[in-house]
C-alpha cells in the first residue's frame, strides 16, 4: 500500500511514516507540508491513499481534496485533524472524502488506512456520534418502494453507525463478501456512490 502523508508539522508527518512503515507492506511514498503539496504529489505518485492534515496554511486539506477528487474522482482521502469542527465533517462528507479522524487517536490510523484501501469509509467514533445532529434532514424515504429489503436497511443502518464490513458481518452472522455484495446492491438501487453517500442519505431521511 502506497501513503502521500500531507501535514504542516514535519514531526507530526515524520511519526506517521514511522508508525506506517513499520507495518509490513505500507510504503510512505513521499511527504507534503500544504494542500498545494497534496494536489502534486498525488498527481505525481497517484498513491493508494492520501493522508492528509485539514487545517494547513496556503491550502487546507478540504481544498486540496476538491482540487483532487475533480480530476481524480476515485481519489481514495483519509483526512486527520485535531478539531472535531461539524463544518468541516459536513464538507469532508460533501467532498466525498474516505475518512475523518482526529490526529490524537493514533490507534485508528492504521486500521483505517487498511479500511479505506478496501473501498469503506470510515469515520472514528467521536465523528460518528455527532453526524446525526449535523446532516439536513429530507422527507421520510421509503425503502421498501426502492426495493431495499430488511435486510440490506439494517446494513445501511449499522454503515450508518460507522461500522466496518468485518464488523458489520459479525454483528449479522454472516460473511464479509455477503455484507459487500448488499452493500453493492444497495449502492445500485439507491444511486449512490459509496459508504460516505449511504450515511449520509440515511441520516437525511431517517
Not at 475518512?99 to 479505506?116: C, E, F, M, R
Not at 436497511?153 to 455484495?181: D, H, Q, W, Y
Request: glycine fraction near 6%.
Amino acid at each position: 500500500m502506497n501513503i502521500v502523508i500531507v501535514d504542516d508539522d514535519c514531526l507530526v508527518s515524520g511519526a506517521l511514516k514511522t508508525i506506517l512503515e513499520s507495518n509490513e507492506g505500507i510504503h510512505v511514498s513521499a511527504i507534503g507540508t500544504d494542500g498545494q503539496d497534496a494536489v502534486r504529489l498525488y498527481r505525481e505518485y497517484c498513491p493508494d491513499i492520501l493522508l492528509m492534515d485539514i487545517r494547513m496554511k496556503e491550502m487546507d486539506g478540504l481544498k486540496a481534496t476538491a482540487e483532487i477528487r475533480k480530476d481524480f474522482p476515485d481519489a481514495k482521502i483519509l483526512l486527520l485533524t485535531t478539531f472535531s469542527d461539524d463544518n468541516y465533517i459536513v464538507k469532508a462528507l460533501q467532498l466525498g472524502a474516505m475518512g475523518y479522524l482526529l490526529k490524537q487517536d493514533y490507534t485508528s490510523i492504521l486500521p483505517a488506512l487498511k479500511a479505506v484501501a478496501s473501498g469503506q469509509t470510515v469515520f472514528g467514533s467521536q465523528i460518528v456520534s455527532k453526524l446525526p445532529g449535523l446532516i439536513q434532514k429530507a422527507e421520510i424515504f421509503d425503502y421498501a418502494a426502492a426495493d431495499i429489503s430488511e435486510r440490506e436497511l439494517e446494513i445501511i443502518r449499522l454503515v450508518a453507525n460507522g461500522m466496518s464490513n468485518k464488523e458489520i458481518a459479525a454483528e449479522l452472522f454472516l460473511s464479509e463478501g455477503t455484507i459487500r455484495n448488499y452493500l453493492s446492491a444497495v449502492l445500485d438501487k439507491l444511486n449512490l456512490r459509496d459508504r460516505t453517500q449511504v450515511a449520509v442519505f440515511y441520516y437525511q431521511h431517517k
